[in-house]
């Protein structure tokens, strides 16, 4: 499956199966916007990713 450039929002991205699903699309061609409370468990980040530090939950923070 290529994603030839599709653009992902995958929120929990910063590890785990977030961060999993997000290398997994960026190797399939995508672009992925990618939604954490934090994201310091990234040394860099691919050009493909555009990391969103946003915490859910707070509801009253959200733009």
């Known amino acids: 499956m290529i994603l030839n450039n ?35 468990a990234w040394d860099e980040f691919p050009k493909e990713f555009s990391p969103v530090s946003l915490d859910l939950i707070q509801l009253d923070a959200l733009p």
């Open 6 to 40: 599709r653009k992902i929002l995958v929120t929990g991205a910063s590890r785990g199966i977030g961060r999993a699903i997000t290398e997994t699309f960026i190797q399939k061609s995508a672009k992925v916007v990618g939604v954490a409370r934090d994201f310091t």
